[in-house]
């Protein structure tokens, strides 16, 4: 028969392996968010250069 001391090892070993599981998968949750975010940045700001360029490249009436 197993003495407490090795169950109590064994169950602090999985509480740690589930810990790290769970930092690691909301991690990769949280960095998935970010590449998302900074994908939509970089299509909005590709946007907000094109309006500039185009208000830009018009012709000024003349005076």
Do not use: N
Request: no cysteine; glycine share 6%; net charge positive.
């Amino acid at each position: 028969m197993r003495t407490p001391g090795p169950l109590v090892l064994d169950a602090l070993v999985w509480l740690v392996f589930a810990a790290l599981f769970v930092g690691a998968a909301l991690l990769v949750k949280v960095a998935a968010a970010l590449l998302g975010v900074l994908v939509v940045l970089a299509l909005l700001l590709g946007l907000v250069l094109r309006a500039l360029r185009k208000r830009r490249a018009r012709p000024r009436p003349p005076r």
